[in-house]
């Protein structure tokens, strides 16, 4: 057989740990209500299309994407399930909307405008979801504002209201009253859109506010960072048992040398060894998304022991002390994220050591990293992108 890449460091992606993930969310909500699965920067690193292609297979067949690229990737991977695009869409990309079938968010006259130029040149019709911003500062149209944009679209016979949406700012935090008034908010807003014509998606809710709050009345939830089984904040109110992560990412021991007492180690030499030293060196660096930030703090797993990093994290290679793990061998698995003989590290552990979230380390995971897809046990499929 041959091989699928040379360098030892890789990210296994667990799709039956997303099947798991995913029922979870479904025993938490209503049987009609439809989850959007959030696929936007690449799967949260955990690569995008065949993500979509196991959600497809186990009853998940709508997707959002940050912008039109992303969404167009999917269709080129023949996947045809809708897609709904969060961000911003320029003028430009309008064509490519209608082309490919993708759904737009809406919340600029300027898009309005072209949206309906475009459809009355093509004859065809344009699915969009409005964007109401109650409380997160970012795109959107303020509340008061939304019903006169609302009858705008109406306007048009090329756009059609298919959904209408908000976004929680703080359904992370153990506080609820600003969600709950930014509910309350979108909620009276919705409703007088929807005594005038039928709107199909109703969709407020994060992985924050699915878990804490499952009984918002919607007819749509989005499940983004939470159906890679990473909790959105430490303040809600479930385990991490009740998820399973579903990147592990793993390396091997290439080198060991002995460092002796007073030597340095890496860039800087921030390190200076307080006794003879033995060093291992793992082919993992920042180019890959280890942060430089783990420079003489971070840990990995070896031999099912905790092994500190020691020095700079360089490009591609960081360094750890193993003097204190017996027979540290040339070869051995090191967990970067994931378990090793019953000890875990996850990207929670160094997320809070960086002082960022666990959606910025999975995002950050390279494409020079490539990705193992097991499923039953069993590899399913293995993509290096940089053979792509």
Not at 215 to 238: A, E, F
Not at 257 to 273: E, H, I
Request: charge should be neutral; proline fraction near 4%; include cysteine.
């Amino acid at each position: 057989m041959e091989h699928s890449f040379y360098r030892p460091t890789i990210a296994e992606i667990d799709l039956d740990a997303v099947t798991h993930n995913v029922h979870f969310f479904k025993e938490r909500i209503p049987h009609s209500m439809t989850i959007l699965a959030i696929v936007k920067a690449d799967a949260y690193g955990h690569g995008a299309v065949p993500i979509v292609k196991h959600l497809q297979s186990i009853g998940i067949h709508y997707f959002a994407v940050a912008f039109i690229d992303e969404a167009i990737e999917l269709r080129k991977a023949g996947i045809m399930d809708p897609i709904l695009i969060l961000g911003h869409t320029s003028i430009s990309a309008v064509e490519k909307a209608f082309e490919y079938d993708i759904t737009l968010t809406v919340f600029t006259k300027e898009i309005i405008k072209q949206i309906h130029l475009v459809g009355e040149k093509q004859k065809k019709k344009l699915k969009v979801h409005i964007k109401v911003d109650t409380g997160m500062g970012r795109i959107g149209v303020f509340p008061e504002e939304a019903l006169t944009f609302f009858h705008e679209l109406r306007k048009s016979p090329w756009i059609e209201i298919e959904g209408v949406f908000t976004h929680f700012a703080t359904a992370d935090e153990e506080d609820k009253t600003f969600t709950q008034k930014q509910y309350k908010t979108f909620m009276t807003v919705a409703e007088k859109m929807k005594s005038i014509q039928d709107i199909r998606f109703v969709h407020a809710s994060n992985s924050a506010a699915m878990i804490d709050m499952p009984n918002l009345q919607q007819t749509m939830t989005r499940l983004g960072i939470s159906l890679y089984g990473l909790l959105p904040s430490k303040n809600v109110k479930i385990s991490n048992h009740h998820l399973k992560p579903v990147m592990s990412i793993k390396s091997k021991v290439v080198y060991l040398k002995k460092v002796f007492k007073g030597q340095s180690v890496s860039y800087g030499a921030t390190f200076v060894a307080p006794r003879d030293t033995m060093v291992a060196t793992i082919p993992i660096g920042y180019a890959d998304g280890f942060s430089r930030g783990l420079s003489n703090k971070g840990f990995v797993l070896i031999r099912g022991e905790k092994a500190p990093v020691i020095g700079r994290v360089c490009m591609d290679q960081i360094m750890i002390d193993v003097t204190d793990i017996p027979l540290v061998q040339v070869d051995d698995e090191v967990v970067i994220y994931g378990t090793q003989n019953g000890l875990s590290i996850q990207m929670d552990d160094h997320a809070e050591q960086l002082g960022t979230i666990n959606y910025e380390l999975a995002t950050l995971v390279g494409k020079r990293i490539p990705r193992i897809y097991l499923k039953d046990g069993q590899i399913d499929a293995v993509i290096n992108n940089l053979w792509r």
